[in-house]
């Protein structure tokens, strides 16, 4: 019986995308007093507690802004991935060889790694014994 093994590729329906109502519509400048929310009523949050909900809400709205990128960065990936899937498998018992250079060139560049291997070589070699 064959075992199925997990998808490398995780389900793209794992993870919504981030829904409109939490992201941030232009990253604010950092500020030791950051606004309220939009249309945030904190007039029922005590005065005392108002700077820390400001704060907490600039925190969530960061965190959207980084979840927002990572998810780009997880589709930008993905289309990566899938693009690498649909090339040819290579079978791991080749070795595959790229060249960018051309004939002529490769050939003249081996000859002289052969002749400086040949030199080293002759240069190792014991004197003959009479």
Aim: hydrophobic share 35%.
């Amino acid at each position: 019986m064959a075992s199925l093994s997990p998808s490398p590729v995780p389900d793209p329906d794992l993870a919504p995308p981030v829904p409109e109502s939490v992201r941030p519509g232009a990253p604010s400048p950092s500020s030791s007093a950051p606004s309220p929310p939009k249309g945030a009523d904190l007039s029922r949050v005590p005065p005392e507690s108002r700077p820390a909900v400001r704060r907490l809400h600039a925190q969530v709205e960061r965190a959207a802004a980084a979840l927002e990128r990572l998810q780009q960065e997880n589709e930008r990936l993905r289309r990566r991935l899938q693009a690498l899937e649909q090339r040819p498998a290579l079978r791991p018992d080749t070795t595959t060889l790229v060249l960018d250079d051309e004939p002529q060139d490769l050939r003249a560049r081996i000859s002289s790694f052969i002749d400086t291997i040949d030199t080293f070589l002759s240069d190792e070699a014991p004197a003959p014994s009479s």
